[in-house]
């Protein structure tokens, strides 16, 4: 029986994961926090170097299953699979993502999936309005592409939650004062 939790923050570029994670990071004890980007090729290459990856990744995750360590991502496999269908990349990354998908609902973790939103989308515009944030080519930081982004997300979130009864899908919407947004989270982790 489990005995630690993977948590994964997902949510469009501006709206909040970095300070939801960093705050669960240091509230939850025994966990670690692992910050993922992707590859920024798009083409045929970068599939298999994320294929590669991703792969790599639960693999390291099961050799942890049942140390009492929590594992927290900002960002996943399900940032590919977000990319990949809002056409950032030149492949279908639905095949790996299934596979993937399958393969983290049979560890034996707690597992919470969290897709964090901002019910006011034009919010969007003044959250990535933020200096010294690095634009990829693929990924502008324009909040036209962080709503697109967010829609298809909670897409993903609503997908997970009918196929996978054990994985914990929670939304969790950011626009909110930030104190609210932790007893939320408290609440959830019993922390």
Known sequence: MANSKIIIIEGAQGVGKTTITDYLR?????TNL??????????IEGKKKATIMYKNL??????LENLNINLLFDRTFF??????????KQYSFTDVYKELLDELSKLDFEIYYITLY??????FSKRLEREGKAVSEY???????SINQQREYLKIAEEVKQSYSNINVINIENSKNLEEVKKELRQIFKE
């Open 26 to 30: 240091y509230s939850i004890k025994y």
């Open 34 to 43: 692992y910050r993922l980007s992707g590859t920024s090729d798009s083409g």
């Open 58 to 63: 639960l693999s390291y995750m099961k050799t």
């Open 79 to 88: 940032s590919e699979e977000v990319y990949c269908r809002l056409g950032f």
């Open 118 to 123: 901002l019910k006011d989308e034009n919010l």
């Open 139 to 145: 990924a502008k930081f324009e909040a036209e592409s």
